[in-house]
């Protein structure tokens, strides 16, 4: 293969894989289609279908994006953040679903996993410590919920880490993308639709 077809192959390999929504594979294998009633990733899941369905639609995307990932890794190291742009752009606008997908928290997640497992486990590893603090002390008096809030704090933190143990760009591609569908998103009102 040329190597200036490594970067094209990467990202329609990771586009097509981000396709691959699991929420909507598996609701349709449950005789619905999620997307009538909201988004299909695993929180939507979760509020439709139940936490089991959620775990699992939930590894399935983040299975897809660690592929990407690894794939980015094993044929052209340094397109990484097109691997990342193009699955998550997959989840969010599948090729197989009309277009119309999820919000691209899972496959970002997986995708960062293989491509800056350090700034992943720091970013969550902020969040995660965050939230009970934050419930404890400041939620009732700002009104603001924990994720969102967690967000705030744990967003700087992973920019900070990607920009010394790898993955900013990544990163920033992935964030690029998801920003696009939030606004989107928002624009329509969709305030049911979730992750």
């Not at 200036?4 to 929420?23: E, T």
């Not at 999620?34 to 639609?57: H, K, M, N, W």
């Not at 969010?92 to 293989?114: D, E, N, T």
């Amino acid at each position: 293969m040329p190597p200036s077809a490594a970067p094209v192959l990467v990202a329609l390999a990771a586009y097509l894989l981000g396709s691959l929504v699991s929420g909507v594979l598996y609701s349709r294998a449950r005789g619905a289609d999620i997307r009538e009633r909201d988004l299909p990733g695993g929180s939507g899941t979760y509020r439709q279908f139940g936490r089991q369905a959620a775990i699992l639609v939930t590894a399935g995307d983040v299975l897809k994006g660690a592929l990407a990932g690894g794939l980015a890794r094993a044929v052209a190291p340094d397109w990484g953040w097109l691997a990342m742009a193009a699955v998550v752009a997959g989840h969010c606008y599948p090729v197989f679903f009309r277009f119309r997908g999820g919000g691209g928290i899972a496959p970002l997640l997986g995708a960062l996993l293989v491509l800056a497992p350090v700034t992943l486990l720091g970013t969550l590893g902020t969040a995660l410590l965050f939230i009970p603090l934050y419930r404890a002390t400041l939620q009732a008096r700002l009104k603001l919920n924990a994720v969102p809030a967690a967000t705030l704090v744990a967003v700087p933190v992973g920019l900070l880490l990607a920009t010394r143990s790898g993955g900013l760009w990544e990163l920033l591609a992935g964030g690029v993308v998801m920003a696009v569908r939030s606004a989107q998103l928002v624009a329509r009102g969709n305030q049911a639709e979730g992750a």
